[in-house]
Nanobody, 119 residues
C-alpha cells in the first residue's frame, strides 16, 4: 500500500498560482500512475492530471495549458503547478496513486487539500 500526503492548498485570487505537493511513502516502487483529482460538494470527483511511470501525462481539458504535473522520483513526490487559476478551480484536491501488485490493482488516496480561488 501507498500513503499519500498532500500539501500546498490555500486561498488565491483569480489569475494567481499555487503549487500542490503529494509525498508518497510505502510501496512507491509499485506505483504505475499518480496524479490529482478534485471534488466540489455535490459533484463527482474528477480527474485533473496524471503522470505514469513512463512520464506520460494526461490532463483534463479544463486545465490544459494552465496546470502542469511533474514528479521528483528521488523524493517520491508529485507536484501540480496551477497557474491562471479561476474560481471554478475551487475544490478539494486529492492525490491518487495506482499500484499493481501481483496482478492486483490498488488505488490509494490522500486526505485532500483545499484550493479556493476568489473572484
Amino acid at each position: 500500500q501507498v500513503k499519500l500526503v498532500e500539501s500546498g492548498g490555500g486561498l488565491v485570487q483569480t489569475g494567481g498560482s499555487l503549487r500542490l505537493s503529494c509525498a508518497a511513502s510505502g510501496s512507491t516502487s509499485s506505483i504505475t500512475t499518480i496524479g490529482w483529482y478534485r471534488q466540489v460538494p455535490g459533484k463527482q470527483r474528477e480527474l485533473v492530471a496524471t503522470i505514469n511511470s513512463g512520464g506520460t501525462t494526461n490532463y483534463a481539458d479544463s486545465v490544459k495549458g494552465r496546470f502542469a504535473i511533474s514528479r521528483d522520483s528521488g523524493k517520491n513526490t508529485v507536484y501540480l503547478q496551477m497557474n491562471s487559476l479561476k474560481p471554478e478551480d475551487t475544490a478539494v484536491y486529492y492525490c491518487n496513486a495506482v499500484t499493481i501488485v501481483i496482478a492486483y490493482r490498488y488505488s490509494s488516496w490522500g486526505q485532500g487539500t483545499q484550493v479556493t480561488v476568489s473572484s
